[in-house]
Nanobody, 115 residues
Framework: QVKFVESGGGLVQPGGSLRLSCLAHLSMFSIYHLGWYRQVPGGKQRELVAHISSGGSTDYVESVKGRFTISRDNAKNTVYLQMNSLKPEDTAVYYC????????WGQGTQVTVSS
């Protein structure tokens, strides 16, 4: 059974930074293309924020390019999201999952950007 455990969220002022981590209870972690998604309060759909292929290629939604960096450590079954220059509009619950065809969702980690 696939399970994702996200952590690292919190309250941060605009312009601040956070590093999110996602531990994946998943066999053969290294072969999967993974992504970070976010869902704003009251939002109906999760937005794909960034994704990383099995080979390490990355891509980002336009609104976070130059500010967020996704990475992975296959030895630790973990994917990271480094978030810099945070803005209030980045406030959301952040989740990790498989890219494009997600499995069951974890509990996510709340990120709140506010002064």
């Amino acid at each position: 059974q696939v399970k994702f455990v996200e952590s690292g969220g919190g309250l941060v002022q605009p312009g601040g930074s956070l590093r999110l981590s996602c531990l994946a209870h998943l066999s053969m972690f290294s072969i999967y293309h993974l992504g970070w998604y976010r869902q704003v309060p009251g939002g109906k759909q999760r937005e794909l924020v960034a994704h990383i292929s099995s080979g390490g290629s990355t891509d980002y939604v336009e609104s976070v390019k130059g500010r967020f960096t996704i990475s992975r450590d296959n030895a630790k079954n973990t994917v990271y999201l480094q978030m810099n220059s945070l803005k209030p509009e980045d406030t959301a619950v952040y989740y990790c999952n498989r890219f494009y065809t997600p499995w069951d969702w974890g509990q996510g980690t709340q990120v709140t950007v506010s002064s």
